[in-house]
């Protein structure tokens, strides 16, 4: 009989708690700008020639595989989503984007634009790329 009060008593009080800290736990994996500014200066410094260490190569590289990531995916759902009424937000080159420039570009834009590191990476990614690649006829802001 014990046993199944103490079972209770974690079911009820305990098992809420971890599940707030699973749940805090997810909103920390949410990158925003303040976690990509600082990986993207160090690739941008490693794009120069920079010899990073062990750890700095990694945070670099981070920034470099989000970027890339962002890119293709946009790429992938603008080509399966083309449509007459719906303006893309930004139009990359045909010849496509360099990943180290795509990283200047992201880079850039957030240094001038400190003010929105704690929106959404992805959303900034796109605001950057908007603003370096607009679209004819549509304005980024």
């Not at 199944?4 to 699973?22: H, Q, Y």
């Not at 920390?28 to 990509?36: E, I, P, S, T």
């Not at 920079?50 to 603008?78: H, N, P, R, V, W």
């Not at 719906?86 to 003010?115: E, F, H, M």
Request: contains cysteine.
């Amino acid at each position: 009989m014990k046993r199944r009060i103490c079972a209770l008593l974690i079911a009820v009080f305990i098992l809420p708690l971890s599940a707030g800290t699973r749940e805090q736990e997810a909103q920390k994996a949410v990158r925003d700008g303040n976690f990509l500014l600082p990986t993207c200066k160090a690739a941008v410094r490693f794009s120069d020639g920079e010899k990073l260490d062990y750890e700095s190569a990694g945070i670099a590289l981070s920034c470099q595989s989000y970027i890339i990531g962002f890119i293709e995916g946009y790429t992938l759902a603008k080509s399966m989503g083309e449509s007459k009424t719906l303006k893309p937000s930004y139009c990359p080159s045909p010849t496509g984007t360099d990943t180290s420039q795509a990283v200047r570009i992201v880079t850039k834009w957030l240094s001038d634009n400190p003010d929105k590191l704690h929106i959404r990476a992805d959303m900034l990614v796109l605001a950057a790329m908007s603003k370096a690649f607009p679209c004819p006829g549509w304005s980024a802001q």
